[in-house]
């Protein structure tokens, strides 16, 4: 994928398409707590990270799944993926976004949302079924 330029908006707009995508996906699957960041302004590696969470590990594998899924059907490969086995905490690398998929105790022990506390949230459209109260 080729470095976003500040004036090439159908880029911008084409990476927010796949992440939104990603975000579906792993909604049909029930994910928890979803959260994007945009770090456009803040990074160089990537424009946004996706943040979910699982119930279980299986739960994780299956949202990740889902997320793989539904980008591959759109010939969208990952660049990489690490973690997928495990369960507790996968990471789907897309180049311009980045998606992590948690059992939801690491996510929040982990808490990369206070790690990029100054990226701008966007605003989402959260299921009730999908919200989580905080477990600290």
Not at 6 to 29: F, G, H, I, P, Y
Not at 79 to 107: A, C, K, N
Request: hydrophobic letters at 40%.
């Amino acid at each position: 994928m080729k470095p976003l330029e500040s004036n090439d908006t159908t880029q911008e707009s084409s990476t927010r398409a796949w992440v939104d995508l990603a975000l579906a996906a792993a909604l049909d699957k029930k994910a928890l707590a979803p959260a994007m960041l945009d770090l456009r302004s803040q990074s160089s590696y990537t424009d946004y990270i996706l943040l979910l969470s699982g119930r279980s590990d299986r739960h994780v594998q299956a949202v990740t799944d889902a997320v793989l899924e539904a980008l591959g059907h759109e010939q969208q490969r990952p660049i990489g993926v690490e973690g997928q086995q495990q369960g507790h905490w996968t990471l789907i690398d897309y180049g311009d976004f980045v998606v992590h998929v948690f059992y939801h105790p690491m996510r929040e022990f982990y808490d990369l949302e206070g790690l990029w506390c100054d990226a701008q949230r966007v605003e989402l459209e959260i299921p009730p079924e999908s919200q989580v109260e905080p477990l600290f």
